[in-house]
């Protein structure tokens, strides 16, 4: 199994706070909304979605076989 992120940082928010701070941002949040998923098919079956700061969708985090 892979996990596959996929953002895109061509918005306002990533121009605003700077790619760097805003992508940890990001990456801290899904780093805990992992931690606290009740079990693996929380992740595995329904990809996550990923918001900026300003609450726009961004990405997705998702589960694929290798």
Known sequence: MKLVIVLD???AAFEDYGIGPEVA???????ERMATA???????????????????IVGTCKTVES
């Open 38 to 56: 009740r079990n693996a098919d929380d992740i595995r079956y329904e990809p996550v979605v990923l918001k900026d700061i300003n609450g726009n």
């Open 25 to 31: 941002r990001i990456l801290r949040w899904l780093a």
């Open 9 to 11: 940082a061509d918005n």
